[in-house]
């Protein structure tokens, strides 16, 4: 006779949650862990390049060791991610000796809590239980979601539409492979757009990069194979093969793949290179915008990238190279002539060398400057500064990348001191 399980909302913030684990089920369910509040406490001897971040910029806090039974004191709740039945076991045993509720993904007859399919609108959480079938419980929550949406219009549709394809390979794959690759915006998980959101969620094969949303990965179907793609061996060019051989090796042999990508495909994300590689080997490709960084990481922090009577125009530069290197393709000395608003995407690194470029070139050494941290997401911050100053002053502030770094009088534009809540200036 099966009993039934209570539901319970937990209200986890302040409140010691344990993941032992660090692999990709880990991945897939600390962002939701975070995103309650909770203090995580990650153990496992190693862990994915996205749980690193976490703990780099700590929020979460990881023991690089095998499990210890002290680990759970003060714990209200532990997660078991790893594919070691006993040593999966040995673990819900101490938990069941501390009554702590511990959720495995090896057994879930041998859990003593399980996690619902989740997905999220706003403040409303919508969690289902299938009775220990997965499958169900994610078939429900998926006919659940666009009621919560409330879009006019189809939203779920059954496959992607060819006229969407970019490329139109002759034959295609023959066996309904293809890949889509797909914007997931500035951070904030709701700004993926519709499309992008349904592709995912069809998705069989999912090519993450580091800077994608973590509480998107919660929600994929069980099965998906998800790919860390940050988590890919070699420099950054065999890194690139090695990808753009992932997805056409998937979709070749019939899967629906998602490449997966922060901010917009198109903007500094090499999508252009993956194109080229699946379209080579015959592979159809859905290409879909995202939200950039570029624009959104402005607004999120109050300052519109054009202004009337201030702006006319915005330039969106690539910073990963410093100005006196020969393998820069960015023409500093005209940059530092416009009088638009300059974007700096990646330029956290050498923003003294560049902010020193334009003001050697003409730019106004008092002309108003910003860098936005981690824009949209909880842990946003911003520095406004002038373009002499603001490298020493993100320095000073701990400013950590991702971060979009703004030049010219739009940042001032909107007074935000009166406008905005508590920054870092």
Known sequence: MSVNPYPLGLRLAGRRVVVVGGGVVATRRVPALLDAGADVLLVAPEVSPALRAHADAGRLRWLPRRFDSGDLDGAWLVHVAVDDPTAAASVSAVAAEHRIFCVRADDREAASAWTPAVTRHGPVTVAVLGGGDPHRAMTVRDAIRPL????KGPLLTDSVEEGSLVNTPAGGTGRGGRVAL???????????????WRLLTEADVVVADRLVPGLLLDELRTGVELVDASKIPYGPSRAQEEINQILVDRALAGASVVRLKGG???VFGRGGEELLACAAAGVPVTVVPGVTSSTAAPAAAGIPVTHRAVAHEFTVVSGHVAPDSPASLVRWD?????RGTLVILMGLKN?????????EHGRPADTPAAVVQEATTGAQRIVRSTLVEVAAEVAGAGLRPPAVVVVGDVVTALNPLDLLGPETR
């Open 148 to 151: 919560l949406h409330a879009r």
């Open 182 to 196: 797909v914007g997931a915006g500035p951070g904030d998980p709701e700004l993926i757009t519709v499309k992008g």
């Open 264 to 266: 917009d495909p198109y």
């Open 334 to 338: 005209a940059l530092a002539r416009l």
């Open 351 to 359: 923003l003294s060398a560049i902010t020193g470029a334009l003001i």
